[in-house]
């Protein structure tokens, strides 16, 4: 079986992200297997014409949406969300922030 282009794997990955819920670029990367190619997510979004992808899940790190504010893609991505139940405020997607590492995930931050 052949391996799935770096982009099959993108559109995979944001297909893969439940309904309600939202993604970075770097998440949508790493879960493809290509991590630190937030880029390359954002570039493989940009260029998409599948209307049925849920490509208005995905968010910038901090939680931003992409597009400028007051633009077309920016209202259209804020509608979908709140559609599905996001809380979608100034343009951003208050998220907590996803564990490190194992520990983490069962104690909570470190005690540096």
Not at 38 to 62: I, T
Request: charged share 30%.
């Amino acid at each position: 079986m052949a391996a799935k282009s770096p982009e099959l794997r993108i559109l995979a990955a944001v297909r893969a992200i439940p309904r309600g819920q939202v993604a970075g670029y770097g998440e949508v990367a790493e879960r493809a297997g290509l991590p630190g190619r937030a880029r390359l997510a954002a570039r493989v979004l940009s260029q998409n014409s599948d209307p049925k992808l849920p490509w208005y899940r995905v968010l910038r790190s901090d939680g931003r949406i992409a597009f400028p504010e007051g633009s077309a893609g920016f209202r259209e991505q804020s509608q979908r969300l709140r559609a599905e139940g996001v809380m979608v405020v100034n343009g951003r997607v208050k998220r907590a922030k996803p564990e490190r590492n194992l520990d983490e995930a069962i104690w909570g931050p470190g005690q540096d």
